[in-house]
């Protein structure tokens, strides 16, 4: 079709590692829907992506803060973007970015408050000190996304990937865990899970937190797989029960083998770890921030 380009045949293999052809094919049968030829290759058996998987073209930082109280914390994990890596590695940057992190703690990272926010020493918003900086450090950059997390017993541990600088490199995770506990050994264990979600990519804390949009096409995807095996409907019905299991297992964080030791689930690694915190802990919520992810290159940045 005259709408789908080499590009776009390229970006979809790229996405999902099937062939140059079956992408093509792909593409012409769903009028150039990228989502949905994603989904038409897997229901063919030809792509094991379960998501679009953005392609990274964006540059800057992923920071992180942490402000601990009497008895609980808060964290907090922001993404500012820059047009270069270079400018990643300015300290004018860095220092803005970093800046912009501890702002967000007193919005608990609510993304358009922080916008908003006064910039520490500025006079000004957030949004119009970046304005200000891309005159002064001459390149493009924007706040693009703010998470937070709050635990009113317990701790929120965190982890930078990638660190260019003190909490800010390519990913930030946060993790809160709830808690009476020993702070200092839920620090330790909240910092491992931390690591494991910057590794395992989790969608959702526990199976009920899924987007039951994301449950749904996943169901659809399976029982077409299925019914391609010719079996009958009640066999197919078990065999994406299985699977949406395994889908599970893959996706959601308190369901995912630990990375640490590759056999414990998450659930259970709570449970086994409360004997030793002295008390029971429950896993509030994470927020994980990836730079550039779901951004695309254009044609001229391949």
């Not at 702002?103 to 006064?118: H, I, N, P, Q």
């Not at 996706?251 to 030791?261: G, K, P, R």
Request: glycine residues 10%.
């Amino acid at each position: 079709m005259s709408g789908i380009t080499a590009a776009n045949v390229k970006q979809l293999r790229e996405m999902t590692g099937a062939g140059m052809m079956d992408c093509k094919s792909a593409l012409q049968e769903t009028n150039g829907d990228m989502d949905a030829a994603v989904d038409w290759l897997r229901k063919k058996g030809l792509s094991k992506a379960a998501k679009k998987a953005g392609r990274t073209a964006a540059e800057g930082l992923v920071a992180i803060a942490v402000e601990p109280n009497a008895s609980g914390a808060t964290g907090v994990v922001v993404e500012v973007n820059s047009e270069t890596d270079f400018v990643a590695r300015n300290e004018l940057f860095q220092k803005m970015v970093s800046d912009i992190a501890n702002t967000a703690l007193s919005v608990g990272g609510d993304l358009e408050k922080l916008r908003a926010e006064t910039f520490p020493g500025a006079g000004k918003s957030v949004d119009e000190h970046i304005a200000e900086m891309v005159g002064q450090i001459g390149e493009n950059m924007s706040l693009r996304r703010s998470d937070g997390i709050s635990v009113d017993e317990g701790v929120v541990a965190s982890y930078v990937h990638g660190a260019v600088t003190d909490g800010a490199g390519k990913i930030g995770v946060i993790v809160g865990l709830k808690s009476s506990g020993d702070k200092a050994k839920l620090e330790a264990l909240g910092k491992q899970i931390a690591m494991h979600v910057a590794a395992a990519r989790p969608l959702a804390t526990k199976v009920d937190d899924l987007d039951p949009n994301v449950v749904k096409k996943e169901k659809e995807v399976l029982a077409d797989q299925a019914r391609a095996s010719g079996k009958p409907e009640n066999i197919i019905e078990k065999m994406v029960e299985g699977r949406l299991r395994k889908f599970y297992e893959e996706s959601v964080l308190l369901e995912q083998i630990f990375v640490i030791d590759g056999e414990t689930p998450i659930r259970k690694v709570l449970e086994n770890a409360a004997k030793d915190v002295g008390g029971p802990i429950e896993l509030v919520g994470f927020a994980r921030l990836e730079l550039g992810e779901g951004v695309e290159k254009s044609d001229d940045e391949d």
